[in-house]
Structure formats: structure tokens, C-alpha cells
């Protein structure tokens, strides 16, 4: 090594120096923070970015949330109690008696459910302990011997056309759904059930000492944010939306609009699409109502295969509507609509409406291997007479003891909650049974419930229902006669309601089975029958973006099964080129076909509410309103994120270390650099 070289190196050496110190801090800090990240279980060794790191701390819960819903005098439902996540240890609560002495997230059984929710309800200092709870995943028949019912024991008793608004329709309601609960509350899948009892074992095992197992709900509220806690308020600052859909009517045959032939009177039959449930995207409806929409569904299959449709005395005009959970939305406004002459029911006059016959719950009706209805009315008429004399004589015509019909006790107030209802606020001498598989009281034991699923409902109760309906349709169809002959032949495709049972009210195969997918392009798989929001401005041509699955299935069912057959269809990918037509079964990776049919969708949200310059406003009820007096005004509130994590939280010690580890990798850091600027500043001086 020459002389320069060696004057360059000892010149550079308190350089090299004072490195290698900087990274002997580094490293020493480091390896304390890796010491400490295993001493708190992480395995560090797979982890290459902090998404990784993440999932490695965190395990994502899945189920379902209960929400924050409001109306015009407050608020129901579920929510976090402020802007931030909600943290505590997970516990599996013994009983419903338990005492708790510190703040928990409650795993407990679903047949818990309502006794705990009753004692928060009734024990504020029991209240202020429940952080959060978990509903664990069961089956209704095997959890619930007695049933379960989250909502009243008079569901929407003050829309009731009768002064008794304290009959008992729904003996086992418990009425802790319309109720507000200043915590997050969810429902669990079956493998996060799992791992949740499993979580809350180590717990009691650690006798909640560190580590200890927490949840994190992150259930934050939009209307909390901004504390907007009654409807008008929230709309007002649009922290929610207005709850509603889309409802849909067809007509067998389909109507001539244009014709000059006066106008036949209408027999009008109804099924509601849409239920009720503690949790939003838990709402299966089985029973109640989608056992009766399943078999109008039914019933129209079967009637479209009848020749001389046009001869009928009077129109028949199927209305499936949506919202009547909430306010009876669908109903109020179809007939709102008709009031008013909107497009949406153009062809239709409410002076034509001749009688009304609903189809309710009709999936528990069989008794000793017998199904058995129940007639509901809320007057004597000579037409509500006649609507009871077909029902009878549609009974008789499929012979003995096959099918029964019998007319609800005189005991009853009137008709049960119904969409009826609303129809008879508009005009009381309006001529309507409703048809229940319940005499005095629901026999639906899951009423509104997340139980009420499609093991609550016997599909041969459901095609009985469907046999029954269409014949007596048609009886009512030609005044009361009709040929005997073709009224033998109206016979429901049982295979039809199977099929349709396991799309709407299952999983498995759900929305991917072949009926609907040949219909529409599904966006889900498990059916929900919450009503959900409206979005978007009201109309009757929506875009398919601002309906649901269900009500689009619904329009393009009618649609087919009520067309008059053409050879010279053709397909479509838009709007058809004639007058009548609609584009039936287009998706999105094939086009539909032009049919000849009168169907429509009808907007289904509150009489109360305006949709004006982009935005929805509270307005007063109209004169003629009955309804829209007693009306809430349900709205939803807006969310950023619905999410539950489970973590291991260590001893705040360990907290206390990397604390301390990370202020002196700061302070290494700080010193080494300092420390090699002084060295390399002192190097370029003795250079």
C-alpha cells in the first residue's frame, strides 16, 4: 500500500467507524423489537409487508350486522355508541342472569337472544357492561322450541282499519326490534361461530388475564357522526336514505291502453315480497310473506295456460309489492299512484278495482295431512260473499278433504296485518279476503325473524295454496261462473313451487338456479328479503342498478308467464320497437326477447316523503292519507364500513417495551447520525 493510500484509508477510517456504531444501534433496537414482536406471538418469519401483518394480528369475523334504522320520533336498532371502534374482551355469557363487572362483547346463544335484550332493556347497570354481542349461528327448530319473534304481538297495530289495537296476531312477539341499542350487535355464520366459542374458552381458561381475546366492532354510524336521530333530520343532512324499492304489477290477459272498449272491472290479487328481521341482510321471509308470493307466482303459471283469456268478465291484475314490512310502502303507494294517474300504473283506475283477494302466510297450513286455510275478512258484502263462495267452490272442485277452506272466527278484530289494510284505508267498502294458514293467531312461530327460513315452510302447503288461488281466480274472473271443464283442468306445477322455494328462500342453489338465471343476471346468491333503500330518483322505468334481485326476478317472471305467445318475436338488448312490448330475460351476457305483456314496476316508498331537487324531504300527510298520519317514515342510515375483528391483546407491559424500543431505535438513530456527521466532518478537514 503506497503512502497516499494508506493516508486516504486512516482518513476514512472514523468514517467506517462511526457507520458500523449507527448500525450496530440499528440492529440492537431491531432485535429488540423482534424479540418483543415474538414474545407477543407474532410469527414474524412469513411476514414480508404490513397487509400480511395485519392478517396475521387479526381475524375477520363474518356474519351479519344489526343496523341503525330510524323514523320520524327516533330511532331503532344498533349501532356503536360514538365515531370510534368498539373494544372488549369476547365472553360467552353462562345464562341470561349473569352478573358482569366489566365491559364485554357477549357470545350467546340464539334461544338467549331475546331474555338478554329484555334484561338491557329493563337493568341500565347490566346495560353500561355489554360492549357488543354475537348471536351464535343455530337452526330455529332446534334452538327455539317456542319460537322467536323479534317484533310486536300486533305488528303495525296502528295502521289497523278496527279500534282493537291490542290483539294478539303474533302471541310469541317479543318487540325488541323496535327498540335502539347503543351497541353493535351481530349475527354469526357457522364457522365464525366456531371461532368465536373457541376464542371465548381461552378466555375463561386465562380467567381474562393476559393474553387476552377481544373484539373490535367497527359499526359506526353515519346519523351518530353527525347525531342526526330521527328521519327528517337525517334526510335533511343526508346521513340516510328512504327505506323502499320497487313493487310489481301484471296483467292476465294484458291490457289494451289504447283500446276504446270500456274498461273491465278488476279482480286484484296480492302478495308481499318483502319481511322483516333483527338483521338487515339475515331476512328470509319464508313463511311470512314470501310462502304466499311463491304461490301468486304459482297460481298466474298455472292460469296462463288457459285459452280465451280476452272472454273473462272481468280483468285479473296480479300486485307483488314490496315495503309492507315498514309502513305497508308497497301497498300505500301503488294506490298513491293510481291517485294520481302516475305512468307507473297506466291502464289501471282504482274505481275499477272490483275486489281484492291476498295471499298471506300460506306455508304451515297442514293439519293432519291436510291443508287448511283460513278466509280473513273485515265486512260482510254481497261481494266479499262472493269472493268467499269461490274459495269454497275451488275447494270442492279438487274432492274430498284434499284441500280445505273455512272461514276465520268471528272472534277476530277484523283481517290480520295485511296489505288489505291499506286498501281499506283508501275505501272501507272495498270487497278483500285475505287468505292465512292461521285461523286466530299466527301459526308462524318465527314471525319477522332471522328463523323464519325455508325449513319453516312445506312447499305441499305452499302448491295448495297456489291450487286453491288460481281456481278461485278464475272463478272470479267470470263473475262467478265459469266452465267447469277448464276449471278441472287448472292445475299448479308443484315442481314450479320446489323450484322456486329453493331460489328465493335458500342458499343452495339460491339465485344461481336455473329459473332465475335464465331470467336475469343475479348479483347474489342468498336471497334477502329486506326491503332495503331507495336510490336514485323514483320512476317506473328504474335502472336495473336501483332494483333488487328479487323484484327484477319478479318483473321478468309476470312478464313471460303473462304474454300473449307471437311467432314473430324477436330479440332485444334494449327497448322493443312496438307499443306493448317489453325486453323479457336480458342479461348480461345474453339478450332478452320482445313480449307482448303488461307489467310494470310501481316506485314502493312512503306517502310522506318527496323526491325534490336531488334529495328526499319529510312533507305532511295528504287529507285523504289515512295511513300517512301514523306513518314513521323508515329510513336507513349511512355507513362507511360494517366490519368485527378478533385479536390477541397482550399485557400492556409489552406495550410499555416496544414503546420504549421504539423511542430508542428514535434516539440511536438520532445519535448514530449525528454522530457520523461529526466524524465525517471532522474526516473532510484532515483530508
Not at 272461514?407 to 270487497?431: V, W
Request: hydrophobic share 40%.
Amino acid at each position: 500500500m503506497s503512502r497516499s493510500e494508506r493516508e486516504g484509508y486512516n482518513s476514512r477510517t472514523p468514517l467506517i467507524q462511526g457507520f458500523h456504531a449507527a448500525m450496530a444501534i440499528h440492529f440492537f433496537c431491531f432485535a429488540i423489537l423482534i424479540h418483543v414482536a415474538v414474545a407477543a406471538g407474532v410469527q414474524h418469519s412469513s411476514i414480508e409487508s404490513v397487509p400480511e401483518l395485519e392478517r396475521a394480528m387479526y381475524i375477520t369475523v363474518d356474519g351479519t350486522p344489526c343496523v341503525r334504522l330510524l323514523n320520524l320520533s327516533g330511532e331503532i336498532g344498533c349501532a356503536n355508541p360514538g365515531r370510534v371502534k368498539v373494544t372488549a374482551p369476547i365472553k360467552q355469557l353462562e345464562n341470561a342472569g349473569e352478573h358482569l363487572d366489566q365491559p364485554l362483547a357477549l357470545l350467546l346463544p340464539s334461544h338467549e337472544m331475546e331474555a338478554v335484550f329484555n334484561r338491557i332493556l329493563n337493568e341500565p347497570g347490566f346495560a353500561q357492561q355489554v360492549a357488543g354481542l354475537f348471536i351464535e349461528y343455530g337452526i330455529g327448530s332446534q334452538i327455539h322450541a317456542s319460537g322467536f319473534s323479534p317484533d310486536k304481538t300486533f305488528p303495525q297495530a296502528e295502521f289497523a282499519p278496527y279500534e282493537n289495537k291490542t290483539y294478539l296476531w303474533n302471541p310469541v312477539g317479543g318487540g325488541i326490534l323496535q327498540h335502539s341499542y347503543n351497541f353493535p350487535v351481530f349475527m354469526l355464520s357457522q364457522d365464525s361461530t366456531a371461532v368465536l366459542q373457541e376464542v371465548a374458552k381461552l378466555n375463561k381458561q386465562q380467567n381474562f388475564k393476559y393474553p387476552v381475546n377481544m373484539a373490535e366492532f367497527d359499526l359506526v354510524m353515519q346519523t351518530t357522526k353527525l347525531g342526526t336521530h330521527t328521519s327528517e333530520s337525517c334526510l335533511k343532512e343526508e346521513s340516510c336514505l328512504p327505506l323502499g324499492g320497487y313493487s310489481v304489477w301484471s296483467s292476465l290477459p294484458p291490457i289494451n291502453v289504447s283500446s276504446s272498449l270500456p274498461k273491465k272491472p278488476i279482480i286484484m290479487a296480492v302478495a308481499a315480497m318483502d319481511s322483516a328481521s333483527f338483521f338487515r341482510d339475515k331476512t328470509p321471509g319464508a313463511d311470512s310473506p314470501l310462502s304466499g308470493m311463491i304461490a301468486l307466482l304459482a297460481a298466474v303459471d298455472a292460469l296462463s295456460h288457459i285459452d280465451g283469456m280476452s272472454e273473462f268478465t272481468k280483468q285479473l291484475v296480479f300486485l307483488v309489492v314490496t315495503g309492507e314490512a315498514w309502513g305497508y310502502l308497497g301497498s300505500r303507494r301503488f294506490l298513491a299512484e293510481l291517485t294520481s294517474g302516475a305512468d307507473s300504473v297506466n291502464g289501471l283506475s282504482s274505481a275499477l278495482i272490483d275486489q281484492v283477494v291476498e295471499i298471506g302466510s300460506v306455508g304451515k297450513a297442514m293439519t293432519e295431512g291436510v291443508p287448511t286455510f283460513f278466509a280473513h275478512t273485515q265486512q260482510e258484502s254481497d261481494s266479499t260473499q262472493a269472493i268467499a263462495k269461490a274459495l269454497e267452490r275451488a275447494a270442492a272442485s279438487f274432492g274430498s278433504e284434499v284441500i280445505k277452506v273455512e272461514r276465520a272466527s268471528t272472534s277476530n278484530p277484523g283481517i290480520p296485518p295485511s296489505s288489505l289494510m291499506s286498501f281499506l284505508n283508501k275505501d272501507p267498502s272495498t270487497p278483500g279476503i285475505v287468505l292465512e294458514d292461521f285461523n286466530t293467531t299466527f301459526k308462524n312461530s318465527f314471525y319477522h325473524s332471522h328463523l323464519d327460513d325455508s325449513q319453516n315452510v312445506n312447499s305441499s302447503s305452499i302448491t295448495a295454496a297456489a291450487s286453491l288461488v288460481s281456481r278461485t281466480l278464475y272463478i272470479l274472473a267470470n263473475n262467478g261462473s265459469g266452465s267447469n271443464t277448464i276449471l278441472q283442468s287448472i292445475n299448479v306445477n308443484e315442481s314450479l313451487v320446489e323450484e322456486l322455494v329453493g331460489c328465493l328462500l335458500s342458499c343452495k342453489p339460491g339465485l344461481s338456479c336455473r329459473l332465475v338465471k335464465e331470467l336475469i343476471t343475479p348479483t347474489q346468491i342468498c336471497a334477502n328479503h329486506y326491503v332495503g333503500v331507495m336510490l336514485g330518483t323514483p320512476s317506473s322505468s328504474p335502472y336495473p342498478s336501483s332494483i333488487d334481485d328479487t323484484a327484477q326476478f319478479i318483473w321478468n317472471f309476470l312478464a313471460e308467464r303473462t304474454s300473449i305467445p307471437r311467432e314473430d318475436s324477436y330479440p332485444c338488448s334494449q327497448d322493443c320497437k312496438n307499443s306493448g312490448e317489453l325486453c323479457v330475460g336480458l342479461r348480461i351476457d345474453q339478450k332478452g326477447e320482445c313480449m307482448l305483456s303488461t307489467t310494470r314496476y310501481v316506485p314502493a316508498y312512503s306517502t310522506r316523503l318527496a323526491y325534490e331537487s336531488d334529495s328526499w324531504k319529510v312533507i305532511s300527510a295528504q287529507p285523504n292519507d289515512t295511513m300517512g298520519k301514523f306513518d314513521p317514515v323508515w329510513t336507513e342510515s349511512f355507513w362507511k364500513t360494517l366490519e368485527v375483528r378478533v385479536y390477541m391483546q397482550q399485557n400492556p407491559f409489552f406495550d410499555e417495551i416496544i414503546l420504549l424500543s421504539g423511542l430508542a431505535v428514535t434516539l440511536g438513530s438520532f445519535i448514530a447520525i449525528f454522530s457520523t456527521k461529526a466524524v465525517f466532518m471532522k474526516a473532510l478537514k484532515n483530508a
